[in-house]
């Protein structure tokens, strides 16, 4: 029978590492344990941000905003450099992750956190700022020229229960001797009111709970003395609390979003018109919609689905706030402009397909964008 020999040093190196991972009493963990959990949790961390930094790559948005040229899919950005810088120093620590290196490891990480948390910082008041932008317009008129148009309190006034309105809807008439006292497309006014109003109040629940959220990140460390610093634990917890005001604002974008679209639900016509036109007889000229930089026949286009319908797509948003729909469905907004508005990856283009600053028509391949 063959005896397997094993050296001293191998013995002694499994030994170690084993004590290494072993969890211990008392909650204590290794430098190697606390490596591992951090990096893990880091990781995570990094897949939620990346959105958030190339939606809004630079401040102040949208002013600082250019699309990109050249064939860049983003544009570059205060908040890119930063994250590609924490994208770096996470890097770092990684490699010495796997080397064993565990305390280097660690030092990179906690140094990655306290970036990440800086980052976060300033992320989140841009998103309440822009948020409660976006609902405020959601409530006035979009149009302030047009005078079919109206805010959430003229739909309250106009179309309540013991409205005139109201009252003329359920009233019969003596067709065709008497006229209609309203135009037929106010009855969605009415139709829709209580969804609206509904929005508009889960909308600002949500903005209420972000605020919130923020306000207890900045104050996690409020209990520590001069002599004290913050430590990994509670950095983390104002990370969570970052993320989660976060979250709750994208959420209050999502009822401004069905507030537009229970609004103004004739504004995406053009979709459904064979044509390509947009509706006949509005305030604004009957025309051909344009999408970022990209204007077709949108029937034509095979990523408009109206019952499944991408954000990038939606004509009863304002252009500014299409991207901001998108970030709430984690979406890269210009990425996603590329495959189904720009049509990159899509090398049979429809006749109609028109582009500024490129090749036109339905020989545009995918390597002539």
């Not at 897949?47 to 699309?67: A, D, G, I, T």
């Not at 796997?98 to 992320?123: C, K």
């Not at 006035?140 to 109206?150: A, F, S, T, V």
């Not at 970022?292 to 408009?304: G, I, K, L, S």
Request: with cysteine.
């Amino acid at each position: 029978m063959k005896i397997l020999r094993i050296r001293p040093l191998t013995l002694l190196l499994t030994a170690a590492l084993s004590v290494m991972f072993l969890p211990h009493p008392g909650g204590a963990y290794s430098v190697a344990e606390k490596a591992q959990i951090k990096r893990i949790e880091l990781v995570k961390y990094l897949r939620h941000v990346k959105p958030l930094v190339y939606n809004f790559p630079c401040m102040p948005f949208p002013e600082c905003y250019k699309v990109p040229e050249g064939g860049a899919k983003f544009q570059e950005g205060e908040r890119v450099d930063l994250f590609k810088e924490i994208k770096r120093v996470y890097q770092e620590g990684t490699i010495y992750y796997f080397e064993g290196n565990y305390l280097n490891a660690y030092n990179r990480f906690l140094d990655t956190q306290v970036r990440i948390e800086r980052l976060l910082e300033g992320m989140s008041q841009f998103y309440l700022d822009r948020t409660e932008q976006m609902l405020r317009d959601s409530v006035e008129k979009k149009n302030p020229n047009d005078p079919d148009d109206m805010s959430v309190v003229d739909i309250q006034v106009e179309y309540g229960p013991q409205s005139r309105k109201r009252i003329d809807f359920g009233n019969d008439r003596d067709a065709p001797l008497t006229q209609r006292r309203y135009a037929a497309k106010e009855a969605h006014w009415a139709y829709n009111k209580y969804r609206i109003e509904k929005n508009v109040e889960k909308g600002y629940e949500h903005l209420g709970l972000a605020k919130k959220a923020r306000q207890r990140a900045l104050m996690v460390d409020r209990n520590l003395t001069k002599n004290q610093k913050i430590t990994p634990a509670q950095r983390k917890k104002r990370i969570e609390f970052y993320l989660g005001s976060i979250r709750m604002a994208q959420l209050a974008k999502v009822n401004a979003a069905f507030i537009y679209q229970l609004k103004y639900p004739f504004d995406n016509y053009a979709l459904h018109n064979v044509h390509g036109f947009s509706e006949k007889g509005g305030f604004e000229e009957r025309t051909v919609p344009k999408l970022e930089d990209v204007q077709m026949n949108w029937t034509e286009n095979p990523y408009v689905l109206p019952k499944k319908l991408h954000p990038a797509f939606d004509l009863s948003l304002p252009a500014e706030y299409r991207r901001d729909t998108s970030d709430a469905q984690g979406m890269l907004y210009e990425e996603e402009v590329d495959i189904v508005v720009r049509m990159r990856y899509y090398d049979d283009k429809p006749e109609s397909f028109k582009q500024e600053g490129g090749d036109n028509g339905a020989n545009n391949g995918a390597g002539n964008n």
